[in-house]
C-alpha cells in the first residue's frame, strides 16, 4: 500500500511572502556589494524613450542583466551599442518585481579607454606641476623659415598631406622628413630619438611632430612622457599636430604650437608664397612711389639751391667790384695820412725833447707836490688837535656829576618830608579808630550781657522777646557775657 509523504512542518520557522523575500534578497545583495566594477560585452541593449538603458553584460561564460538611468546615461562619453567592451562601476540589486538579479550601473567607459585615460590625466597633472606647460617656455616660430622639418611616418597619409601643403604655399622651404614610428610600443622612443635626429643635423628652422588620426589607443605614444620631455627639451621650435581636431594629447600641451591637423600645422608654418608675392608687389609700388616723391624733392631742392646759387654768385660779383674800388680808395687814403704824418712830423721835430730832460722836469714837480702835502697834513693835524681841546672843555662843563649831586639831595629832602607826612596821617587814624571803637562798645550787646543780662533764643536760633513765644516744657539757650545756658521752661509769668 503506497502511502503519500506527510507535509513538512513550518513550527518555528518564519515564513516569508515573495515580496518579502525579494525584498530581503535586495537589501543583503546591496548590503553586501558596494560600488564594484564589472567588465564585458554588452548585449540585448535597449533604449526606450524614456532615456534609461537596458541591456545585459556577458562574457564566455555568463551573462547578468544592468540598468542605467537617464540621469547617468545623459553624461556617458560615447554612445554605446551592443558588442561594445565595456568597464562598468555599478552597485548590485534585485529587481523585486521578477526576481531578477541585475547591476545598476553608474558609470560607463570603453574598455581600456578609462585605464588610458586615468593615466593620461596623471601625467597632464604631474607635467602641469613641473611647470612643461607654462606659456614662458613656449618658443616663437620662425616667420619664413627656410628648412622645415617633419617628424612622423615616412610612409603615411599625413606626411603627404603636409608635404603637398608646403610645395603650394611656400615651395622656396626645403622640406627634411626625420622617419619615425607613431604607432605602437616602439613609437614613443622612436618619436624621441627623431627629434634628437633633427638637433643633431642642426639645419631644420622649425619641426611639425605628429601623425594623422585614429583612436586613443593609436595616438596614445604622443601621450608618452618621454615624447613630452623631448619636446620640452628642444632648441627647435616644434608644432605638435596629431589627429583630428577634436584629439588632445600631452606632446599638444608641451609643444610651442598645437596644429588641430598636419595639414592645418603646415598651413600655420609656411608663409603663402601668393600673399608674399602680392605684399612684395604692393611693397614694391610702395617703394618705387616713395622713390619718386622722394627724388621729385630733392629735384625741386636742387632747384631751388641752384637759383639761389645764382644769386649769390651776382651777388659775389657786384661784391668782388665794389671790394676793389674800397680796396683802392683805402690805398689813396692810407698814402694821404702817411704824407700828412710825414709833414706834421716835420713841424713837431724842433718841438720834441729828450727823454731825460722830461724826466727831471718830472722829479722836480713830483718833490715840489711832496713838499705841499706835507705843509697840508701838517696844518691839518694842528686845526684837529685844536677842535679836540674844545671839545674836552665842553664835555666837562657837562658832565652829569654835579647834576646827579643835586638831584640826590634833593631826593633826601623828598624822603624826610614824605615820612614825616605819613606818620602825620597814620597818628590821625589812629585816634579816629580808637573813638570809633569806644562808641562800638557803647552800643554793642555784649557790653549788656557783661552787666549781668543774658541773651534767650529758642531751638531755631530766634531771640525769645515775649513769654507768649514758648511754652512750657520748651527749651531755650541763654548766651551769657561767658558762655551759654540750655534751660527747660517749667513755669511761665507775665
Known amino acids: 500500500m503506497h502511502t503519500s509523504p506527510s507535509p513538512v512542518s513550518n513550527i518555528g520557522q518564519p515564513v516569508f511572502t515573495v515580496t518579502e523575500l525579494n525584498r530581503r534578497v535586495r537589501q543583503i545583495l546591496e548590503g553586501e556589494f558596494p560600488l564594484i566594477v564589472v567588465q564585458g560585452e554588452i548585449s540585448n541593449l535597449s533604449a526606450p524613450g524614456s532615456g534609461h538603458l537596458y541591456f545585459s553584460l556577458k562574457d564566455e561564460q555568463s551573462q547578468v542583466r544592468c540598468a542605467m538611468f537617464r540621469n547617468r546615461a545623459q553624461m556617458l562619453a560615447f554612445k554605446p551599442k551592443n558588442g561594445d567592451k565595456v568597464q562598468l562601476h555599478a552597485r548590485v540589486s534585485l529587481y523585486e518585481g521578477r526576481g531578477d538579479y541585475q547591476l545598476i550601473a553608474e ?138 581636431e577634436t584629439d588632445i594629447t600631452i606632446s599638444d600641451y608641451v609643444a610651442d604650437l598645437r596644429a588641430p591637423t598636419p595639414s592645418a600645422a603646415a598651413e600655420l608654418v609656411s608663409p603663402d608664397l601668393d600673399q608674399w608675392q602680392h605684399w612684395l608687389q604692393q611693397a614694391e609700388s610702395k617703394i618705387e612711389q616713395s622713390m619718386q616723391r622722394v627724388l621729385q624733392e630733392h629735384q625741386q631742392q636742387l632747384d631751388y639751391l641752384e637759383h639761389r646759387y645764382q644769386r649769390c654768385y651776382q651777388g659775389l660779383l657786384q661784391q668782388d667790384q665794389l671790394l676793389g674800388q674800397l680796396e683802392q680808395r683805402l690805398t689813396q687814403a692810407m698814402q694821404q695820412r702817411l704824407q700828412r704824418d710825414k709833414q706834421q712830423l716835420q713841424v713837431y721835430r724842433p718841438q720834441l725833447r729828450h727823454p731825460k730832460e722830461q724826466m727831471q722836469q718830472q722829479q722836480a714837480q713830483l718833490e715840489n707836490l711832496s713838499k705841499r702835502l706835507h705843509f697840508s697834513f701838517q696844518q691839518q693835524e694842528q686845526k684837529t688837535q685844536q677842535q679836540l681841546e674844545q671839545l674836552s672843555q665842553r664835555l666837562l662843563r657837562a658832565s652829569p656829576d654835579k647834576k646827579q649831586q643835586q638831584l640826590s639831595d634833593n631826593l633826601s629832602r623828598l624822603e624826610q618830608r614824605l615820612y614825616k607826612s605819613v606818620q602825620n596821617q597814620l597818628d590821625k587814624q589812629k585816634q579816629t579808630l580808637a573813638q570809633l571803637s569806644h562808641s562800638l562798645e557803647t552800643v554793642s550787646p555784649l557790653a549788656t550781657l557783661s552787666r549781668g543780662y543774658a541773651i534767650v533764643e529758642d531751638t531755631n536760633g530766634e531771640i525769645i522777646r515775649h513769654t507768649d513765644h514758648v511754652a512750657v516744657g520748651d527749651t531755650v539757650t541763654a548766651k551769657l557775657a561767658q558762655g551759654k545756658l540750655v534751660c527747660q521752661v517749667q513755669d511761665k509769668q507775665q
Do not use: C
Open 107 to 244: 558609470t560607463m567607459e570603453e574598455q581600456g579607454r578609462g585605464a588610458l585615460i586615468r593615466a593620461f590625466e596623471a601625467l597632464k597633472h604631474r607635467l602641469k606641476e613641473e611647470g612643461l606647460f607654462d606659456r614662458s617656455y613656449k618658443k616663437a616660430l620662425p616667420p619664413i623659415p627656410d628648412v622645415i622639418g617633419l617628424v612622423t611616418s615616412p610612409t603615411g597619409a599625413a606626411v603627404k598631406d603636409m608635404i603637398t601643403v608646403l610645395k603650394r604655399r611656400f615651395p622656396l622651404a626645403e622640406v627634411v622628413i626625420y622617419p619615425a614610428v607613431v604607432q605602437g610600443t616602439e613609437a614613443p622612443a622612436s618619436i624621441a630619438r627623431a627629434i634628437e635626429l633633427a638637433h643633431l643635423h642642426g639645419t631644420a628652422d622649425l619641426l611639425i611632430v605628429g601623425r594623422g588620426g585614429g583612436s586613443l589607443e593609436d595616438l596614445w605614444a604622443f601621450n608618452d612622457e618621454r615624447v613630452a620631455r623631448a619636446i620640452f627639451t628642444s632648441h627647435i621650435p616644434i608644432v605638435s599636430a596629431v589627429g583630428h
